[in-house]
């Protein structure tokens, strides 16, 4: 009981030394707080406005709490003089300050590229914010490792875990401790109590949990405070369990089957999608690199073993996975999926052959190598937003000018349908690049090519999608999502438009209009998310057409394939279902469509938003 208190007391008087050891790490954490309650007190529509300048200093003060943790730590660990840790402390507040003015000065997307009201942080300036922290964060970590007397980077890559998981553990139970307090005064004594206060206490513990995790490293002045450093840095029993028993036999088991994939793939070719495997040798890379250094110090057989196997196996993996990355690429050209597997298969094959000959030396290089990876992939030209897009308009431009379709800088439509191969490339392509951001695009480029009626104008037939891969395995859920497009419709034809009322408990919703022949009523049952839609109409309660959506949903599962493809706009006329009986004719518009399936139990979902229903008297 005693050492649990002493171990609890030693966690809290952590947390309060780090507002003297990480002054600027605490000020810009503080003041990220401070911000974060603010717009908790602003309600949205007053807050809408300052999303803006607020997003802007949230993300300049967290890469400045970041950026000190590095500064303060390579200060200490280097000089430990107190004009070095006070130009540490400055140039974190400095990292914050240009930051905030960066951001805001150059990272505005104007509204009418993004639809919004207002302006807002660009996804580009938010990935290179987050690759800013990810190189601080990293460099602290290896900051932290010195000097290598009494430490190196895979004892302090093990301390930051062990500090964030008590942060974790505590924060989580200080949460759940004033949630429960809360909860008890609105119930007993305060109804009217505001849900922000529950917001507020999240806030405020995350502060306090971020000061638990900084005050939990220990005084990296050479010399200084070895013995906590020593218990910091060492593995509990239990995790040292954890690694030898549980997480290196799944990732040996792991490796067996990636493998068993690779001697597969040689006798039967590659049947694997490249979705699966790009996330799966992700996860390996990530993991077994992460594994790896966690079991540095470890010297069980097993775990030797492992330290021997992780490399070579890599090796091997990655051959594969570069065909695989080569078939993809023919197939659909480079993007930004692509792109990012490319820069992780780099890092593993670096990785791999860094730790075959060096070991565990080749820690440094392989964190030095992270951080160029992700400064590469925000920068001009050679970035994430850049390159694929580079890709697909010179991917575009070749088929166009094959087809004959682009001369002089103009695209002609096509005087007849090219094959569809030919049209999957250019409705790929166009819908790519038509969705990038902040990527300078040809003069005989336009973004609106991706509404289907415009490039059907344009290209001369309709857009036509990649089929889907087969469907293998224990997948998940294949969709359609259709969104009706901004354009005018001929309704000339109709004398009514009827908007059908709110769904009752049974999932029908009616409109009734007054005609020549008596009173019409119009019923819309549709009980989601199994049973398609049904139409009812009724005249002087007699039913003269009754239709269910079976044939429309077959109509636009033929032409829009169940896939992964996120939502794609269609056309007016597939949008729309005309229905017809001796005495009435019916034209219903749909805004939004979806109709979805669960592979692993067959079960279809259906949802459709009716937007109007227009009729006519025969």
Request: aromatic fraction near 12%.
């Amino acid at each position: 009981m005693n050492s649990f208190v002493r171990s609890v007391s030693q966690v809290l008087k952590g947390a309060a030394q780090a507002f003297q050891t990480f002054p600027a790490a605490i000020g810009c954490a503080l003041a990220f707080a401070i911000v974060t309650m603010v717009r908790i007190q602003m309600d949205w529509p007053q807050q809408e406005s300052y999303n803006f300048l607020l997003n802007c200093l949230h993300w300049a003060l967290a890469l400045g709490a970041v950026f000190s943790l590095a500064a303060i730590t390579y200060a200490q660990s280097r000089y430990a003089t107190a004009r070095a840790f006070l130009y540490a402390n400055l140039s974190g507040a400095a990292a914050a300050v240009v930051a905030f003015l960066l951001l805001y000065q150059f990272s505005g997307l104007d509204p009418s590229v993004t639809g919004t009201r207002f302006v807002v942080v660009s996804a580009l300036a938010a990935a290179r914010m987050m690759a800013a922290i990810t190189v601080s964060f990293l460099a602290f970590i290896y900051f932290a490792g010195y000097p290598r007397e009494v430490s190196d980077f895979a004892r302090s890559f093990f301390m930051t875990h062990k500090a964030f998981f008590i942060a974790l553990l505590y924060g989580s139970v200080l949460m759940s401790g004033t949630s429960g307090v809360a909860g008890a005064i609105q119930a007993l004594l305060w109804e009217g109590m505001s849900e922000k206060v529950y917001m507020y206490l999240a806030t405020l513990t995350g502060f306090l949990a971020f000061t638990i995790f900084v005050g939990y490293f220990p005084d990296f002045r050479p010399g200084a405070d070895d013995e906590r450093r020593e218990v910091a840095q060492s593995q509990p029993r239990f995790v040292e369990v954890l690694l030898e028993y549980i997480l290196v036999p799944v990732m040996l088991a792991l490796t067996a089957v990636l493998l068993l994939w690779a001697g597969r793939t040689i006798l039967g070719g590659m049947n694997v999608s490249f979705f699966q495997l790009s996330s799966i040798a992700t996860s390996y890379t990530v993991g077994g690199i992460w594994l790896y250094i966690l079991v540095t110090h470890n010297q069980s057989s097993l775990t030797k073993l492992y330290r021997r196997v992780y490399p070579i196996a890599a090796l091997i993996i990655l051959v594969f996975e570069a065909w695989a990355l080569v078939l993809q690429l023919e197939k659909f050209g480079l993007k930004a999926a692509e792109y990012s597997f490319a820069i992780v298969w780099v890092v593993a094959l670096v990785s791999a052959l860094l730790l075959m000959f060096i070991k565990e030396k080749a820690y440094p290089a392989i964190v030095a190598m992270i951080c160029a990876m992700a400064i590469i992939t925000v920068l001009p030209v050679v970035g994430v937003h850049v390159l694929p897009v580079n890709a697909q308009v010179n991917r575009l431009e070749k088929t166009l000018v094959s087809q004959g379709m682009l001369q002089g800088g103009q695209i002609n439509p096509a005087p007849a349908p090219p094959e569809q191969s030919v049209r999957e490339v250019i409705t790929d392509a166009v819908s790519y690049i038509a969705s990038a951001q902040n990527a300078q695009l040809p003069a005989w480029f336009d973004k609106d090519y991706n509404q289907p009626d415009v490039f059907k104008n344009r290209f001369g037939f309709e857009m036509t999608w990649p089929q889907p891969e087969p469907i293998k395995g224990q997948q998940g859920y294949l969709s359609t999502n259709l969104s009706l497009p901004s354009q005018g419709i001929d309704i000339s034809g109709y004398r009514w438009v009827l908007i059908v009322g709110p769904s009752t408990d049974k999932g029908q919703g009616s409109a009734t209009v007054q005609g020549d022949r008596g009173v019409y009523r119009v019923d819309w049952n549709f009980e989601p998310p199994n049973n398609p839609p049904l139409v009812r109409v009724s005249l002087d309660d007699r039913v003269i057409l009754e239709q269910d959506l079976n044939s429309y949903i077959d109509r636009i599962m033929a032409k829009y394939p169940l896939s992964e493809r996120p939502q794609q706009a269609a056309t007016v006329e597939d949008m729309s279902l005309k229905m017809d009986s001796p005495e009435v004719e019916l034209l219903l518009l749909f805004s939004y469509v979806d109709i979805s399936i669960d592979v692993r139990s067959d079960i279809h979902n259906y949802w459709f938003s009716l937007s109007a229903v227009y009729m006519n008297e025969k």
